[in-house]
């Protein structure tokens, strides 16, 4: 399988997304994440034209044009991951749910721990937006380990008051 990336410019810093021929990969927020990833994949080629859609919509929702991403993903997990992702997908822009409201909308209300797990294996964060969970009374909760800094820009970004 053919696997591609590019880098875009976003408020955050540099974004890096891999694509490969079914759709996103990762989104890659953190510059030590990549470089473990490339020294994983190390020929992986950088093929600006099959990001391209990515990168526009992520500058949309950068620029507060866009709500929801449209590109097709390419999504490796166990089920029950995949049960919480959709879920997370299905919290509308500039809205917050809790863990437990997560838990709870994939039918398994005991799982508020394995939903915190599944978002922070979630390899497309932004396009599966993890920032969009906190903590039971709102507090934000730790976002790819400890840089909630990140989830505060982007619930703010969205209008969230913080």
């Known amino acids: 399988m053919k696997i591609v990336y590019d880098t875009y410019d976003s408020p955050l810093g540099t974004i890096y997304i891999v694509v490969d021929e079914i759709g996103v990969r990762r989104i890659i927020l953190f510059e030590n994440e990549w470089l473990e990833y490339r020294n994983k994949y190390n020929n992986i080629k950088q093929d600006r034209r099959l990001c391209n859609n990515v990168i ?9 044009e866009r709500r929801e991403f449209q590109v097709p993903l390419s999504i490796e997990g166990t089920e029950f991951r995949k049960k919480v992702w959709e879920a997370l997908r299905n919290i509308p822009y500039g809205e917050v749910r809790s863990y437990s409201q997560i838990a709870e909308a ?3 209300p005991k799982a508020v ?3 915190g797990q599944a978002n922070r294996a ?3 964060p932004i396009i599966i937006p993890c920032h969009r969970v906190v903590g039971k009374s709102g507090e934000l ?5 400890n840089k909630t800094s990140v989830k505060k820009f982007l619930l703010e970004l969205e209008g969230v008051e913080i």
Do not use: P, S
């Not at 526009?56 to 507060?64: M, P, V």
């Not at 909760?141 to 380990?145: E, L, P, Q, V």
């Open 56 to 64: 526009r919509e992520l500058d949309e929702y950068f620029n507060k």
């Open 106 to 108: 994939i039918g398994n």
């Open 113 to 115: 721990r394995a939903v």
């Open 122 to 124: 979630n390899l497309l």
């Open 141 to 145: 909760m730790g976002y790819a380990g």
